[in-house]
């Protein structure tokens, strides 16, 4: 069964810290590895992974994937409170419709 | 663009009704999702659509129902409305799953409570 585990579930840091997230994936035929960030509302697209060992950056957060041992991470420096979101993770599976599989998502509560 | 729209944002049924939920996108994509998150898991997909006219089921159909007539357009529709839809649906769309331009843009989400 294809399947995307994120870990920690939920982590609390304090502001200024630096953060990684994880993403670990199973799936029958991998195309593509997603992140999104999700506040009160719609999940909003972060970075999109394709080919191992290639950074995605976008200001303080980065992304890498690691397509041999299957999983990613997400590091975020530096943190804010404006950081504290869910963090999910999404794997785009072989076939023609594009399925996403998403991870249950990492909680991340960022205190002053 | 307004991207992906979807009426209502919030929305109490009770058990046996039915209800459409809209969703509409602006971007000209041929895809489009439907998926429901409930709490403390990841989205679920329920059905999808390559195309006008073009639906197919995803990992958990059971309870709705779609139809795609126009590229904009997707509804989901809820027949007999049970506890267990009670989750948030995210309708999504993306403009290829081509690899590199499959990225799905989500709307801001309905809110339905089954009592």
């Known amino acids: 069964e294809d399947k995307v585990v994120q870990s920690p579930l939920s982590l609390v840091v304090h502001e200024g810290d630096t953060v990684t997230l994880n993403c670990s994936y199973e799936v029958t035929n991998f195309r593509s590895l997603l992140w999104y960030k999700q506040e009160k509302k719609a999940p909003t697209f972060l970075f999109m992974l394709?080919?191992?060992?290639i950074e995605k950056k976008s200001g303080r957060l980065s992304s890498i994937l690691d397509k041999k041992e299957l999983f990613s991470i997400l590091n975020i420096t530096a943190t804010q409170t404006g950081d504290s979101a869910i963090y999910l993770c999404?794997?785009?599976?072989?076939?023609?419709?594009?399925?996403?599989?998403f991870g249950k998502g990492t909680k991340l509560s960022v205190k002053p | 663009n307004a991207g992906v729209t979807q009426t209502p944002k919030f929305r109490i049924l009770k058990i046996g009704q039915s209800m459409t939920l809209q969703c509409a996108q602006d971007m000209n994509h041929n895809y489009m999702y439907w998926y429901r998150q409930d709490p403390g898991m990841g989205l679920k997909l329920i059905y999808y659509?390559?195309?006008?006219?073009?639906?197919d089921k995803g990992e958990v159909p059971n309870g709705y129902n779609v139809s795609r007539s126009t590229t904009e357009d997707f509804p989901l529709r809820l027949e007999l409305a049970a506890p267990s839809q009670t989750s948030v649906y995210f309708c999504?769309?993306?403009?290829?799953?081509?690899?590199?331009?499959?990225?799905?843009?989500f709307g801001p989400g309905t809110r339905l409570l089954v009592l």
């Open positions: 999504a769309s993306s403009y290829s799953t081509v690899v590199g331009l499959e990225t799905q843009y």
């Open positions: 999404a794997v785009v599976n072989g076939g023609s419709q594009g399925n996403l599989i």
């Open positions: 394709t080919s191992s060992g």
């Open positions: 659509s390559v195309g006008a006219g073009i639906t």
